[in-house]
């Protein structure tokens, strides 16, 4: 018995804030707001462990194998540094062959639109990055996940008013009318691809883990788990920094990656496309997440809680939300931009004060030294950003 997989990989980079003070010295918001030299560092680093090495490889592999395909959720802030700092990656993901790479549609600067209340803006922030994809790669995006697998009834019904055939998020039990490895229908009649929480997060995050009982694993391994499954398609997402950033190239993670397309074929397991998924495989069960029952793939709860969770979190996304209507009618460019690019996730994430082990992956992925700088921060600048508004208009 054959068993269909989607392999899809989170490609982002945000525009970090100043951690310290607005710079004043700054000629433009931007440069006032948010810390470019971070931004640099940090992105010439990544590339070095993960980008460079694991894009190059896919374009081989892809290469070598044309059976298996990868599918890539490349957010707009992620290509605006790389233009910036690292040119070269963006020719490396055209080096990867057309039939055999899929891009996936996210909403622009990997926003947390999506949990706005009107979805109008939403859906004008999935149409940017449609565009951007296209401009870029010269393809068209016709499965979509919202940033962080964020999704309920109402983020699937904006996907399908834009034309997407489907949407990926979280396989979690309680949306799920049926098994995770399937297809399934959304409230509004979209096709849903849930993630399989497990298999994805037995590379994502357990990989280097030497107390795990399946230390070390071996992609023979991996590959046998994906053929036993349970159900017809296996959906994988998770960020390509795994590979090389979060699991370092000496826990052997690359080599796991360089063998397992052949592994899986061994095993009758296909990579194939997110298209190819949604067109083989009929929706058999159906996901149901009401608007106050948001699901996401972050941290135990698998909901919205690890960005609107605590007050600090709700202030500043409702103060964001309270600036869109007043930005769009200043007509200015640059408040627009600066604006979308405080809504990015990454933002509020770090202002998340959970503690045990959820608490333990907001620390790592933050740059500030506690949820209470990161809110400091955010409070400074829209306090400034207010005022200029309120100058322009």
């Known amino acids: 018995m054959s068993v269909d997989a989607v392999l899809c990989f989170e490609v982002h980079q945000p525009h970090r804030l100043r951690r310290q003070s607005l710079r004043q010295d700054a ?11 971070l ?19 896919l374009a081989q592999l892809c290469t070598d194998y044309p059976d298996f395909s990868v599918n890539l959720s490349v957010s707009t802030s992620w290509l605006d540094q790389a233009r910036r700092y690292r040119p070269d990656l963006i020719d490396r993901l055209h080096a990867i062959p057309g039939g055999s790479v899929e891009f996936i549609g996210q909403a622009h600067r990997h ?15 999935l149409r940017v990055h449609r565009d951007a994809v296209r ?20 983020i699937g019904k904006a996907f399908q008013d834009e034309g997407f055939d489907a949407v990926l998020t979280e396989g979690a039990p309680r949306a799920l009318t049926g098994g995770v490895n399937h297809v399934a229908e959304g409230a509004a009649g979209i096709k849903v691809l ?65 063998v397992l397309p052949e592994e899986a ?12 998924a949604v067109s083989r ?56 931009s600066v604006w979308e690019k405080l809504l990015t996730s990454d933002h509020l994430h770090h202002m998340s004060t959970k503690g045990s082990e959820d608490g333990g992956v907001h620390e790592y992925f933050s740059y500030f030294r506690s949820p209470f700088e990161a809110y400091s921060a955010m409070s400074e600048i829209l306090d400034h950003f207010e005022q200029e508004l309120e100058a322009q208009t």
């Open 27 to 37: 000629d433009s918001l931007r440069s006032k707001y948010f810390d470019s030299s």
């Open 39 to 57: 931004d640099r560092e940090i992105f010439l680093d990544v590339s070095r462990n993960c980008y460079g090495p694991v894009f190059d490889r």
């Open 111 to 125: 926003s947390l639109a999506g949990l706005l209340e009107d979805k109008t803006e939403f859906k004008r922030q």
């Open 135 to 154: 401009s870029e790669f010269g393809a068209e995006t016709s499965v979509g996940t919202n940033t962080e697998l964020l999704y309920n009834d109402s």
């Open 194 to 258: 849930p993630r399989n929480r497990r298999l994805t997060d037995d590379v994502g995050y357990r990989f280097s883990n030497e107390d795990w009982t399946e230390h070390p694993l071996l992609a023979s391994q991996y590959a046998s788990w994906l053929s036993s499954a349970d159900g017809d398609l296996v959906t994988l997402f998770m960020d390509i920094e795994t590979f090389g950033e979060h699991h370092w190239r000496g826990t052997g993670v690359l080599d796991f990656l360089d």
């Open 265 to 276: 074929g061994n095993r009758n397991v296909e990579f194939i496309t997110v298209s190819d």
């Open 281 to 336: 495989h009929p929706a058999s069960s159906g996901f149901r997440a009401g608007d106050m029952d948001t699901v996401s793939w972050a941290d135990s709860d698998m909901d919205a809680s690890a960005w609107v969770g605590n007050e600090m979190q709700r202030e500043v996304f409702d103060r964001l939300e309270g600036l869109r209507q007043p930005v769009l009618d200043s007509g200015s460019e640059e408040l627009l």
